[in-house]
């Protein structure tokens, strides 16, 4: 196959579902109840077209229900679309769902012979891959137990090891990469990397830009069932994060009058109510209103409060969060030595985010308003939202300049 050769070829794909409203579960229902039969035609897809060239890997991305997932599975051919082509060159391999095909009461090993034999391996090409599998999902002390008793994450070890170790021509996974431990989590992108290299073409589906910009060549935006934006991941990425920011913006202002809120992630509070956050916004450096950023700019929050009874002595601190809760960094103006405040009046706090260097990856920010010896006046648990960026593959929370020096 010629290095520029189209592995994979879409065109004007469309697909559409019906939803029933209410529909009958047993025929008597569905004769006495017609009108329970009635359903809405929903088009996913409206017609969209793409290339992937032999070797490329390319990012699916955008909100719920764009049509993302809808897509991998018609490339998979679990589905078919209502119009359109698509030609896919070579052997497939999937991870579009978590353990699919697995027997829950069959054995690890015996589930590899079974799911490897799906992807169109012989026994013999099995059994002559079985260590690799077994080795690279680190479930020696476990293959032979039913995977029932397996955890989420060994699920994910065993379909992830099996699907890469099928010499498929092309990869598809649909966000079976959030699964597992950090350490598994950087094995599979090294291991994916290595595939990329030996010329298999990948297609993923990601919300973790982060993970995109580190395996992907190119991102695609899918919005509302049509093909917004493609290009470079460091480009359409932060397009999509930018409209997504406005989005999420428009919507804050349309619930609340106009008023603005911080933005929306589902966080809880507490405390007496003296004080108030009201709004919190991010900034690059040049100035612009945005919440992603690439590791190592500066972030600036702007946070504004509204006072209903005189402060004295008065605390506001922040803490930033990855998404398994782990805390990165906080402090407040106490233990920076700013001293105590006196909020009489309505007012903002503006804290400037030094070099940041978290790693690629979504992270939220906790914000408080104390009084005297941390009694909370307005504790906002996961007020705020971030996206960091990252092109590298560095793990861990945070990055730690270094320098190497090699001696032979």
Partial sequence: MAENENVIEVRDVTKSFRVYLDKGAQLKE?????KRSRYEERRVLRGISFDVKKGEAIGLIGHNGCGKSTTLKLLTRIMYPDSGSINIKGRVSSLIELGAGFHPDMSGRENIYTNASIFGLTKKEIDARLDSIVEFSELEDFIDNPVRTYSSGMYMRLAFSVAIN???????????LAVGDANFQT???NKLREIKAQGATIVIVSHALGQI???CDRSVWIHEGLIRAEGPPKEVDLEYLDFMSRRVQEKNRDETGGAELSAESGGKRWGSGEARITSVRSYAADGSEQNAFRTGEDIRLCVEYTVKEPLEDAVIGFGVFDMNGVQCYGTNTRIDK???????KSGKAVITLKDVKLIGGEYTIDLAIEKGEGIPVDYYRQAYRIQMLSSLGDAGIARIDHTWDIQR
């Fill in 30 to 34: 569905r004769l006495l109840f017609r």
């Fill in 213 to 215: 910009e580190q395996i």
């Fill in 187 to 189: 094995k599979c992108f």
């Fill in 338 to 344: 700013i001293g105590g405040l006196s909020l009489g």
């Fill in 166 to 176: 099928v010499d498929a021509d092309v990869l598809l996974i649909d966000e079976i």
